[in-house]
């Protein structure tokens, strides 16, 4: 067997054993930064053209580089963002991977081949990040040789964006999930100040609890301020030496 037939399986047995540690990684529940900075490091290792690699999230604020192996690189994906468009943009809008040499690239992507030459990078390799049709980002692959990157890479690559999209689309899950416990946890405390402020209502001037509650909205109504609000400002004055 010739080195060049040895090279593809040693890569992915790289590849198992990378995946099967960002499975770890993930089952850990780690910070997305983590787990993302630990992806492109190993997308950089594995695949052996990869010199740096960089993701892309985009998100409603726009796009941004979530992780990166090397600073250098986060100058050509920010160029990209501030004009709008390059490689990685475009992998993303069509939603398929894009390949391009970067002195081929200065007429389509100007300001991208400029940020490139200036860090040395020769080739670039990005590609989509979906879940369910929905576009979450990118992952960049940069080398300094502009005939890097072949079919075998793309198809590594492929792999790594499913990781990516599978720790993106999960943090987004715990961060709804954790949004809608604080806000559980908001509903809770408030109705625990609503019903303390309608038992002073009941105790000081003898009334029901409905009739107490219906104080409150009328007070919330006529000062145009929040139920929980105008609870919390009758305990605090009963509070008050």
Same mark, same amino acid.
């Given at each position: 067997?010739?080195?060049?037939?040895?090279?593809?399986?040693?890569?992915?047995?790289? /590849?198992?054993?990378? *995946? &099967?540690?960002?499975?770890?990684?993930?089952?850990? +529940?780690?910070?997305?930064?983590?787990?993302?900075?630990?992806?492109?490091?190993?997308?950089?290792?594995?695949?052996?053209?990869?010199?740096?690699?960089?993701?892309?999230?985009?998100? !409603?604020?726009? #796009?941004?580089?979530?992780?990166?192996?090397? +600073? %250098?690189?986060?100058?050509?994906? /920010?160029?990209?963002?501030?004009?709008?468009?390059? !490689?990685?943009? +475009?992998?993303?809008?069509?939603?398929?991977?894009?390949?391009?040499?970067?002195?081929?690239?200065?007429? %389509?992507?100007?300001?991208?081949?400029?940020?490139? &030459?200036?860090?040395?990078? %020769?080739?670039? @390799?990005?590609?989509?990040?979906?879940?369910?049709?929905?576009?979450?980002?990118?992952?960049?692959?940069?080398?300094?040789?502009?005939?890097? =990157?072949? !079919? =075998?890479?793309?198809?590594?690559?492929? @792999? *790594?964006?499913?990781?990516?999209?599978?720790?993106?689309?999960? *943090?987004?899950?715990?961060?709804?999930?954790? &949004?809608?416990?604080?806000?559980? +946890?908001?509903?809770?405390?408030?109705?625990?100040?609503?019903?303390?402020?309608?038992?002073? @209502?009941?105790?000081?001037?003898?009334?029901?609890?409905?009739?107490? *509650?219906?104080?409150?909205? #009328?007070?919330?109504?006529?000062?145009?301020?929040?139920?929980?609000?105008?609870?919390?400002?009758?305990?605090?004055?009963?509070?008050? !030496?």
């Amino acid at each position: 067997m010739s080195i060049e037939d040895r090279a593809p399986a040693s890569q992915l047995d790289e /590849a198992s054993e990378a *995946f &099967e540690h960002l499975a770890a990684v993930l089952a850990d +529940e780690q910070p997305l930064g983590e787990v993302l900075q630990q992806l492109v490091e190993s997308a950089s290792r594995v695949i052996s053209d990869a010199e740096n690699v960089s993701v892309t999230v985009v998100g !409603p604020e726009g #796009a941004q580089t979530a992780a990166a192996t090397d +600073e %250098k690189v986060l100058a050509i994906d /920010a160029d990209q963002y501030a004009a709008g468009n390059g !490689p990685c943009l +475009e992998a993303s809008r069509i939603e398929r991977p894009v390949r391009v040499g970067v002195a081929e690239a200065r007429e %389509k992507w100007p300001e991208f081949a400029a940020a490139a &030459e200036r860090a040395g990078v %020769k080739a670039y @390799l990005s590609a989509p990040l979906m879940v369910d049709g929905a576009v979450l980002g990118a992952l960049n692959l940069y080398s300094s040789e502009s005939r890097a =990157f072949d !079919p =075998f890479d793309e198809a590594l690559l492929r @792999l *790594f964006t499913t990781a990516a999209s599978t720790a993106i689309t999960g *943090f987004r899950r715990y961060e709804r999930s954790r &949004e809608l416990v604080k806000s559980l +946890e908001r509903a809770l405390e408030s109705r625990a100040e609503i019903d303390q402020a309608k038992g002073v @209502l009941m105790a000081a001037h003898g009334v029901s609890a409905d009739e107490a *509650f219906a104080t409150l909205v #009328a007070e919330s109504q006529t000062s145009n301020t929040k139920l929980r609000v105008v609870a919390r400002n009758l305990l605090d004055s009963v509070r008050k !030496p």
